[in-house]
């Protein structure tokens, strides 16, 4: 990943602009049936990101929920305007955002770290060999960078220390 871009990105109307002021921490590649409906398409490219290192200018996008399998909660935050879908906030963790790659304005700049769900992957989607492709899910311990899992652990401990709101 080429760390000195900025990673900014728009929504389709561009009424939505958005810059990330780090790289994803992962990033995820979904094969999951429920990517595939909210997307209309194959799969869906989430980066996990810090909300906080995520900076908005223009319109907020605004949450919407969807329903999901597993039952934890899941909104998309979309462009009030347009409804492109920007982010996620998959299992009400404020401080964590998965971030719609497809949206970047190079979305070539972050490619997947793993590919999941690959049990309900199209058939004619092929594979890179040298990237982690789990049937369903995949112990983040095991696979994440300690880099990644330490920013994801501040972050955390971020949010739950301010759990005064
Ligand atoms: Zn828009
Ligand atoms: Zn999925």
Not at 56 to 79: I, K, N
Not at 83 to 94: C, I, K, V
């Amino acid at each position: 990943m080429k760390l000195s871009k900025t990673l900014s990105g728009e929504c389709a109307c561009g009424e939505v602009q958005y810059e990330l002021g780090r790289v994803p921490m992962f990033t995820h590649c979904c094969h999951c049936l429920e990517c595939q409906r909210q997307t209309g398409s194959a799969f869906v490219i989430n980066g996990l990101i810090e909300t906080d290192q995520i900076t908005v200018s223009g319109l907020e996008p605004v949450p919407v929920p969807v329903p999901t399998s597993s039952g934890r909660q899941h909104d998309v935050y979309r462009c009030p305007r347009c409804q492109t879908a920007l982010w996620s906030d998959y299992g009400g963790r404020s401080w964590l955002r998965f971030v719609r790659i497809g949206t970047l304005h190079d979305p070539s700049s972050v490619s997947p770290d793993v590919h999941v769900f690959a049990r309900s992957k199209r058939d004619w989607v092929g594979l890179p060999e040298d990237v982690p492709v789990f049937d369903v899910f995949y112990d983040m311990k095991e696979l994440w960078p300690s880099e990644a899992l330490a920013r994801r652990q501040a972050a955390s401990d971020a949010a739950n220390a301010n759990h005064t709101d």
